[in-house]
């Protein structure tokens, strides 16, 4: 049999309602997901908060918490690189072989195609909300972010005193301005 394998690619900086609604449509799609963690080597700032570790945890709970088969899916952390030309062949490197890419960043689609590779760019589900940037924003404001991400991802974030990071690391940067 020849299975379908799929990629997709996203920073889950942190993972929210948007990453899980791609995910399991895409799942409705191909025989087995990857999911590339991208950025892989960049966490503690304002725009990266979150280790590789963290966010593999998230995925795995979340994933876990949805039900999904885990003989469906990889995870595999990527790190980004300095040249974008190399980009595709990096990735290919670490990840199992697939078909098709799923992404919806202009960069991503741009390098894949290029490689001569299928892309299919997933509708947006809510993106006012279901978006990292704006979950970072709540967090940061102490505003309701709960609502925007799946259950185990409260439960990582407070376990590893992710709201705590945040706000510290938004006061080191403020504070170096002011400098
Ligand atoms: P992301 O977490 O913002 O989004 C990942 C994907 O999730 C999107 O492409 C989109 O398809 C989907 N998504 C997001 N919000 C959604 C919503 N509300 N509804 C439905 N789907 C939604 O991550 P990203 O920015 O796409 O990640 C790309 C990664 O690739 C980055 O880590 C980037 O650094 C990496 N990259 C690296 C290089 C390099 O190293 N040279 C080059 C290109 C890209």
């Excluded at 885990?70 to 199992?96: F, Q």
């Excluded at 202009?106 to 947006?124: G, H």
């Amino acid at each position: 049999m020849n299975i379908k394998r799929g990629l997709l690619i996203g920073r889950i900086q942190p993972l929210h309602n948007g990453h899980m609604s791609v995910i399991q449509d895409t799942l409705n799609e191909v025989d087995e997901l990857i999911i590339g963690i991208g950025s892989a080597d960049q966490s503690h700032t304002n725009s990266n908060p979150f280790t590789s570790g963290e966010r593999v945890l998230m995925l795995s709970k979340a994933l876990r918490e949805y039900k999904v088969d885990p003989s469906r899916y990889y995870i595999i952390p990527l790190e980004d690189i300095a040249c974008n030309s190399l980009w595709v062949g990096h990735v290919k490197m670490l990840t199992p072989p697939f078909e098709k890419v799923y992404s919806g960043n202009s960069l991503v689609k741009q390098l894949f195609r290029e490689n001569k590779i299928e892309v299919v760019q997933p509708p947006l589900f809510n993106r006012e909300e279901y978006s990292g940037t704006e979950v970072r924003k709540r967090i940061l404001n102490n505003e309701n972010w709960e609502d925007l991400v799946p259950q185990s991802v409260i439960e990582v974030i407070n376990e590893i005193d992710g709201v705590e990071r945040m706000q510290n690391l938004n006061k080191k940067e403020v504070s170096e301005l002011i400098k």
